[in-house]
């Protein structure tokens, strides 16, 4: 059986305040505990009008404290934003409060654009790209027992702990869109996620680079991956369609470089002027979502993993809000979530 997971990028809509987008995404992470997904994942992106989930450390918090039985995690962290010793602490931290349940994904891109990575590095905690390998690594053994070790070129050596006494250690996924990183979690024994939500090019490259390349390690003697796709399920395919109208042209605005806006309401969508090159790119992104109702998307999701031989999927839940629905919730969300899971 499929297992369901959530990938969350914490949308915010016309006219709703950061306050309420992280309000509607900590009641739709319940909502994924209470139905028994997997885990829950936040994405970390930055200086955007339509994406509130910039800290996924702080987000993980705030669902640990709400949630009871699944894995929570970053999707991910974008190493070269941080420090590791940093990005070791705050997940050590985590895995204090939720024993057990905390994933650290590691992303090697920045998330935002050449503006904010300047002020990111301008803060001193930043990593060097070129180092991503090596800080990987490092990461690793910050959360181990043992700790990392500094050696100095005079001799000596001094050990440095995420945490004090660590009775057990985030789980260390790399995620990637490219054959980078594929090959890079194989040659480390990593669990590895293709971001198939957002490209949805190259995957079947990736996950033979990744699963021929596997070199086994002590915590993973198997490859293990699975794989990510947007997703709206509905009573009807109609009401699917429109709802998923808002994000496809917010896909369109982000490829064809357009200012960037809060997330349309349906309603905003619906009535919108276009034009050819949002057409081509919104029906270009459609062909590779999965919308429709829940009977309709449960089986896509099932065709998906046995395809790609995987057990597990994460849903991005790219369902919008119609003008009349709470601003600190997510009724739409949650629709996709039940559905599929019910029809699963």
């Not at 995404?25 to 200086?47: M, P, V």
């Not at 440095?160 to 890079?184: F, M």
């Not at 996620?193 to 680079?209: C, I, K, M, P, T």
């Not at 995987?310 to 629905?325: H, I, R, T």
Request: hydrophobic content about 45%.
């Amino acid at each position: 059986m499929t297992a369901l997971s959530v990938l969350d990028l914490v949308p915010v809509r016309t006219g709703q305040t950061s306050a309420e987008a992280v309000a509607a995404s900590l009641s739709l992470a319940e909502t994924a505990d209470r139905l028994g997904f997997r885990r829950y994942w936040f994405a970390e992106h930055h200086n955007m009008p339509a994406v509130a989930s910039t800290t996924p450390p702080v987000l993980i918090a705030a669902a640990a404290a709400r949630t009871r039985q699944m894995r929570l995690g970053s999707g991910g962290v974008m190493l070269p934003n941080h420090a590791p010793l940093i990005v070791a602490e705050q997940f050590a931290a985590l895995e204090a409060i939720a024993p057990g349940r905390i994933d650290l994904g590691l992303g090697r891109a920045p998330g935002s654009d050449p503006v904010i990575t300047q002020l990111l590095r301008g803060s001193g905690t930043t990593s060097d790209v070129e180092q991503f390998p090596r800080h990987v690594q490092d990461i690793a053994a910050l959360l181990s027992a043992d700790g990392a070790t500094v050696r100095f070129t005079s001799g000596g050596e001094y050990t440095v702990h995420a945490t004090p006494a660590a009775t057990g250690a985030p789980e260390v996924w790399l995620l990637g869109s490219s054959d980078y990183s594929a090959q890079l979690a194989a040659s480390h024994g990593l669990p590895y996620v293709f971001a198939n939500h957002f490209s949805g090019q190259g995957l079947e490259r990736a996950l033979d680079l990744y699963r021929s390349g596997y070199r086994p390690s002590e915590e993973h003697p198997e490859p293990q991956t699975f794989l990510t796709v947007n997703a709206v399920a509905a009573p009807t395919a109609a009401e699917a369609e429109e709802r998923a109208l808002p994000q496809l042209r917010m896909m369109a605005r982000l490829r064809l470089n357009k200012p960037l806006v809060a997330l349309e309401a349906v309603e905003e969508a619906l009535a919108a002027p276009s034009d050819a090159a949002t057409d081509q790119v919104v029906a270009d992104a459609r062909a590779r979502w999965f919308v429709g109702t829940g009977d309709s998307v449960a089986a896509e999701v099932r065709d998906f993993a046995a395809r790609w031989g995987v057990d597990e999927v994460m849903l991005s839940p790219v369902a919008a809000s119609y003008e009349s629905e709470p601003r600190d919730a997510a009724p739409g969300r949650a629709q996709t979530l039940e559905l599929i899971a019910a029809a699963l």
